[in-house]
């Protein structure tokens, strides 16, 4: 079946280092890979995506990493600040419609030691 | 910023009562979710809905669950009969139809806790 987000479960490092947060998915069909961030209480938020196509996308202060030969994907937050503590989501979703679901995965926990 | 809004922030009910969740949308999106996560779970999808119809859903959207737009800003979860299992964060998400990209854009979710 479908597999996407296989985690650590958590993450912890000091504040001013990179994060690096991996996730492995099962599932070959997957197009499109998103990381979200979830902060307590509130709704997953879109931090970046990056499609099959690509193995390389860069925001601000955030990289995602994707090797499609073993099915990992990554992100990389650099100089990690105390906002960044929340639970990051890889997730895929199998195709460019935009009324794809997607698959969640369960998640790492990150947390910043002052 | 758009934002998609979702009320009410917390519901509680009796089991066997109906619970309908709301949601609007970003203005310019087409396409429509709900999901739902369980405390100290994963996000799970529960449906998709585009043109006023279904797109797709999944083994947990059975018969009790149903979605709605009933006008031209809400979106709308209805669960017929609600079961203890039931209570979970339920979050809207909508997407643009056209664009680079398909991301979905999460609402902050109605806590529902069933009695």
């Known amino acids: 079946g479908e597999s996407v987000g296989l985690h650590l479960p958590t993450l912890s490092v000091q504040e001013g280092d990179n994060s690096i947060i991996n996730c492995a998915y099962s599932?070959?069909?997957?197009?499109?890979f998103i990381w979200y961030k979830q902060e307590s209480g509130k709704g997953p938020q879109f931090i970046i995506d990056?499609?099959?196509?690509?193995d390389k996308r860069q925001g601000q202060r955030v990289t995602v990493l994707l090797n499609k030969t073993v099915k990992h994907l990554s992100l990389q937050i650099a100089a990690t600040q105390p906002g960044d503590s929340a639970v990051y989501f890889c997730?895929?979703?199998?195709?460019?419609?935009?009324?794809?679901?997607?698959?969640f995965g369960s998640g790492t926990r990150l947390s910043i030691r002052p | 910023e758009p934002e998609v809004t979702q009320t009410p922030s917390h519901q509680v009910t009796q089991m066997g009562q109906e619970v309908i969740l709301r949601c609007v949308p970003i203005?310019?999106?087409?396409?429509f979710y709900w999901y739902r996560q369980i405390l100290g779970q994963k996000v799970e999808f529960l449906v998709s809905?585009?043109?006023?119809?279904?797109?797709?859903k999944s083994e947990i959207f059975d018969d009790q669950f149903s979605v709605e737009r009933p006008d031209g800003s809400n979106f709308t979860l209805k669960i017929r009969s609600t079961k203890l299992e039931d209570s979970a964060m339920y979050f809207c998400?909508?997407?643009?139809?056209?664009?680079?990209?398909?991301?979905?854009?999460f609402g902050p979710g109605t806590r529902l806790l069933v009695l």
């Open positions: 998400a909508s997407s643009a139809s056209t664009g680079p990209t398909e991301t979905q854009y």
């Open positions: 599932n070959s069909a997957s197009d499109y």
């Open positions: 990056i499609r099959s196509n690509m």
């Open positions: 997730a895929g979703a199998p195709g460019y419609s935009s009324a794809s679901k997607i698959i």
């Open positions: 203005s310019n999106h087409l396409y």
């Open positions: 809905f585009y043109n006023n119809e279904i797109s797709e």
